[in-house]
């Protein structure tokens, strides 16, 4: 019995052509593929940063040229800072010292006026009274710390304090109406000396008046 001729192998399958390697990325300047974007990115973050070294363009040529910038600036700013404030404040200071004291030459003739009337009225003549109402003007000027001479006057009731001289219109008689005037020159501190005697006034004048009413029960004013 005779065997059959064995059957011809099979020709082995041929190995797959070989798949064309990528074309680099025209973007990339090394031309290195796509697929190894991790390496690239090393690759290109290293010529970045050691790229600066030369140049100053990288990060740390900026970081260098930072460290060597001079430090003598700072210095100077505070110096400037305290020459502007200085420049600012004077006047400030002054402005508010010549304020205080206009304001309380101006608290001093109210009151000066105010007890000037009230002594006047309560006299029993008209000298004791014109007496009394200088010392009360006096001492209400001294309470306020003003030193200034004051200007007393009196005038009839309703009349106005502007120029008022002299006391004829304080009478002492029963229900008699009057206005004292109390003005007094206030100096500004420094206006009379150096720059300011041309830049300012070297006084303020401040006054005040006050309605005096006498009695209308009184006795009549004693013969002198």
């Known amino acids: 019995m005779t065997r059959p001729p064995p059957a011809p192998a099979a020709d082995p399958a041929p190995d797959p052509a070989p798949h064309p390697a990528p074309d680099p990325d025209p973007r990339d300047p090394l031309g290195i593929p796509p697929e190894s974007g991790g390496d690239s990115q090393r690759i290109t973050g290293a010529v970045g940063e ?5 140049g100053g363009g990288g990060r740390g040529g900026r970081r260098r040229a930072g460290q060597g910038r001079p430090r003598g600036d700072e210095g100077n700013a505070a110096l400037e800072f305290v020459a502007v404030s200085v420049i600012l404040l004077v006047p400030l200071l002054y402005l ?4 205080f004291s206009v304001q309380r030459a101006s608290f001093g003739a109210t009151q000066a006026a105010r007890e000037a009337g009230r002594a006047f009225a309560t006299a029993d003549s008209t000298g004791e009274g014109l007496r009394r109402a200088r010392a009360a003007v006096a001492l209400a000027l001294a309470d306020q710390g ?7 006057a009196a005038v009839a009731a309703g009349a106005g304090c502007d120029g008022a001289t002299g006391t004829a219109g304080a009478r002492l008689t029963a229900g008699s109406r009057f206005t004292v005037c109390v003005t007094v020159a206030v100096p500004l501190p420094f206006a009379d000396r150096g720059l300011l005697r041309s830049a300012v006034h070297a006084t303020v004048r401040v006054g005040a008046s006050a309605l005096v009413v006498v009695d209308s029960y009184r006795a009549e004013e004693a013969a002198p």
């Not at 050691?50 to 030369?54: I, R, Y």
């Not at 003003?146 to 007393?152: F, G, I, K, R, S």
């Open 50 to 54: 050691g790229g600066g070294g030369e």
């Open 146 to 152: 003003v030193t200034a001479p004051p200007v007393l």
């Open 96 to 99: 508010l010292v010549a304020v």
